[in-house]
């Protein structure tokens, strides 16, 4: 059974929280949002009226978004009634150590206790919450803007309940959002893992005078950046193997592939492991047809372009 999620906490109005905020009462919560910061009434209408017309962009209704967003004089008021506290502190262990042990003790028994944390894993600053209380809590983890961008990494802490994941992934879905399980923890998670990964070739390639910082944002939104937005790194691999899919593709170019990339670190890819990378991305995609998986990536890839024309257009 699904759990009503009615009313939702938002602790810390940064830039992340305020989003947040917007989102969840443009989807009918009732938000009570805490933070220390002297303007924080001030910050939470600039937000709404500049987010408004995002979510209206989407199809919600946000006539009466600001009717539904409540200032809190403390954290205690704030999740007083909450069904879901989602977390947006500092990235700083000892500071959610402390922040989580309040929020355990003044939300309801059933509130999920979620956290925005970008890279510390929910297992480093849990470990002195009793059981039933350390079963509520998780990461779920934005990309910013989060009323924007639907991925939330939902990584659970190593005493974490699995019905908390449950109600964790059905919340953010009843948002509008598109939550990933994570199975293990790991520090930044994996969405941040990969940019750090490519942000740091991207300065090696500037640094070496290879492309120009302008010139390297073009490659990226003009070929991977696309390919990525409609069908990601493994799909993409798999149907540029073509028929024979990923099986294929490192069978013929994974060898000039790893060279290309050596030096950086990670381990060659032979072998038994290499194995199971193929069979993982069979087992993903291989129920699809070569030409059914080509059409929808190219029909996604059109309307890509034809959003981007679109805006350029209006941008000039």
Known sequence: MTRPFRAAAVIGAGTIGLSWTALFAAHGLTVRVSD?????AEAVTEALEQYAPHLAA???????????VHIAADVTEAVRDAD???ENGPERAEFKKDLFATLAREAPA???LLSSSSAIPSTAFTGELADEDAARVLIGHPFNPPHLVPLVEVVPGERTGEDAVQAALDFYTSVGRTP???RKEIPGFV?????????REAVYLVDQGVVTPEDLDKVVTNSLGLRWATVGPFLGSHLGGGPGGYRHLVAHIGASMQQTGAGGGTP??????????IEAVEKAYGSSTYSELTETRDRRQLAVLAALDSTEKEEN
């Open 36 to 40: 220390p910061r002297e303007d924080l």
């Open 58 to 68: 989407r199809g919600l209704d946000v006539t009466a978004l600001a009717d539904r």
């Open 84 to 86: 879901v506290v989602q």
């Open 110 to 112: 059933h509130a999920l």
């Open 180 to 182: 990933v399980v994570e």
């Open 191 to 199: 969405g941040n893992r990969l940019q750090n990964a490519l942000a």
């Open 268 to 277: 060659p890819l032979t072998g038994e492991r290499q194995e199971r990378l």
